[in-house]
């Protein structure tokens, strides 16, 4: 694309699942596949942004426009974020487990015949959304996060806004049979200051793109004629 409006503003994404470790060989993780953040990433620098792409464990390749720290678990992408402010722009699109085991064994949990499987105590991860919304002199002037809802799309995105104090909520429906985590096409809402709006099927790469045009936008770009 030869329109860059975003040149100048830095740019941070959050994308993929996290890992968290259970023993050296086990872990607690979901179905993120990274794509649509690594595509929002992508977006973001062609349109001219400097964009570190902070990503759990995937298997895709990282757009070559973009600085890419790649973290295991939700406590180091919340240190990689903090160290990556200050920045403009926020969008936390990565799938941050709820729960870590608390206590990780440096050995293999073994199976033994005749004993009962072992049990877990989880403890909550930190919430870097909400971590990153916090107002203060390092919050970005835009921070957008993600709403993965399976009842009442609407409702609860919009509520999630207000809760974690982001500006921008992009919602989607994960209910069984619509194919978002690990598809490659996406129906969301953008929730913003303003209201709510229906965007159509499109692809996640499409979706990136128009995100971005919107970040752009926002950040007083005047429209692409
Ligand atoms: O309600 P939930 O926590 O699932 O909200 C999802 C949004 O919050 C996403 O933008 C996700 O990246 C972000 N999040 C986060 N850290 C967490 C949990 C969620 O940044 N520990």
């Known amino acids: 694309s030869h329109w860059r409006p975003l040149i100048g503003k830095h740019a941070l994404v959050t994308a993929g699942p996290t890992h968290e470790p259970i023993d050296p060989v086990r872990y607690l993780g ?7 953040g690594y595509a929002i990433a992508g977006a973001l620098a062609d349109l001219g942004a400097q964009v570190i792409l902070i990503s759990g ?3 895709l390749l990282a757009p070559s426009n973009v600085s890419l720290i790649r973290v295991e678990t939700a406590q180091q992408m919340e240190a990689a974020v903090i160290a990556s402010l200050p920045a403009d722009i926020a969008v936390c699109a990565a799938a941050v487990a709820d729960w870590r085991v608390a206590d990780p064994v440096s050995s293999k949990v073994k199976k033994q015949a005749g004993s009962p499987p072992p049990s877990f105590v989880l403890e909550p991860n930190p919430d870097i ?12 002037a835009l921070v957008v996060g993600f709403a993965a809802e399976t009842d009442d799309v ?4 919009i509520a999630k806004r207000q809760r974690k104090g982001c500006d921008w909520i992009v919602a989607n429906d994960v209910s069984t049979g619509t194919n978002v985590m690990g598809g490659t096409e996406n129906t969301v809402m953008l929730i913003t200051e303003d209201g709510v709006e229906h965007w159509p099927l499109m692809a996640k790469t499409t979706l990136a793109l128009n995100l971005g045009r919107r970040i752009a936008l926002r950040f ?3 429209a692409l004629a």
Not at 154 to 157: C, G, I, L, S
């Open 129 to 140: 959304l909400a971590r990153i919304s916090r107002p203060g002199p390092t919050r970005p």
């Open 154 to 157: 609407e409702a609860n995105a």
């Open 57 to 59: 464990p995937t298997s």
């Open 30 to 36: 979901n179905r993120s596949s990274g794509l649509q």
């Open 220 to 222: 007083g770009a005047p």
